[in-house]
């Protein structure tokens, strides 16, 4: 399995596949945004005019976390030092520093978002047997339990989201309309990928924007 999924909308954005009876003033409606914003971000000429199968970018309507210059971003943990967060990801803290510049290294607190300087190895998302892994390129692999309705679906991550007024509970939302990888505590569909709240705070962390999905 390769998951190699294209992903080439811009930051703040995620792309959607051009569905029968789609319209431009129905999308804008759906996800919160307007027809002139979309018609900019994908270079439309004919606002009456959707090809079916067509992949276009919808603009976020909320951003939960900072612009980043990668994909990935870190939830800071309680004990997390700069230097446990870099050892973490394999890069320096001064990669770390740069890409968040006005953070204080000796003032962490937990739940603060960080911008991660490099994005770990390319990496998909597994998921049967009630058990979601994560596939390295290198092969190396990380198992978790979890619950699923779907079969034979394939998708991509394309917005982490947490909230933190209810507790942190996080989000990792896909292409297909409210369908996520999700903690119990944040559950929204009957067809979300479930996991353990502690579990999901690991997969949060681990699996940037863009990452290709597949159950089977």
Same mark, same amino acid.
């Given at each position: 399995?390769? !998951? ?5 909308? &811009? ?18 409606k759906r996800f919160e ?5 979309l018609q900019e971000i @994908? ?10 199968? %067509?992949?276009?970018? *919808?603009?976020? &309507? ?15 943990? $309680? ?40 994005? &770990?190895?390319?990496? !998909?998302?597994? +998921?049967?047997? =009630? ?9 190396? #692999? ?17 917005? $982490? ?8 509970? #996080? ?5 297909? &309309? ?6 119990? =505590? ?5 067809? %979300? *990928? +479930?996991?353990?709240? @502690? /579990?999901? /705070? $690991? ?13 089977n």
């Open positions: 399995m390769s !998951c190699n999924i294209e992903w080439n909308c &811009p930051p703040g954005s995620f792309p959607y596949t051009v569905r029968p009876g789609d319209t431009l003033y129905q999308l804008a945004t307007s027809v002139d914003r @994908n270079s439309i000429e004919d606002v009456n005019v959707l090809n079916i199968g %067509d992949v276009l970018c *919808i603009p976020e &309507p909320l951003q939960y976390f900072p612009t980043c210059k990668t994909s990935n971003y870190y939830v800071v943990n $309680k004990g997390d030092t700069i230097f446990s967060i870099a050892a973490y990801f394999g890069v320096s803290t001064a990669q770390i520093m740069y890409s968040n510049i006005g953070i204080d290294e000796n003032n962490l607190y937990e739940g603060m978002i960080l911008c991660i300087p490099l994005a &770990p190895p390319r990496l !998909c998302v597994s +998921i049967s047997d =009630s058990t979601l892994t994560l596939l390295y390129n290198s092969g190396d #692999k990380a198992a978790f339990p979890c619950r699923n309705t779907l079969k034979d679906f394939t998708s991509q991550v394309v917005q $982490k989201q947490i909230d933190t007024s209810f507790g942190g509970r #996080k989000r990792l939302n896909l292409l297909v &309309p409210d369908i996520a990888i999700s903690s119990l =505590s944040a559950q929204r569909s009957d067809n %979300d *990928i +479930i996991l353990s709240d @502690n /579990d999901m /705070d $690991k997969v949060f962390n681990l699996v940037p924007v863009g990452t290709g999905v597949e159950i």
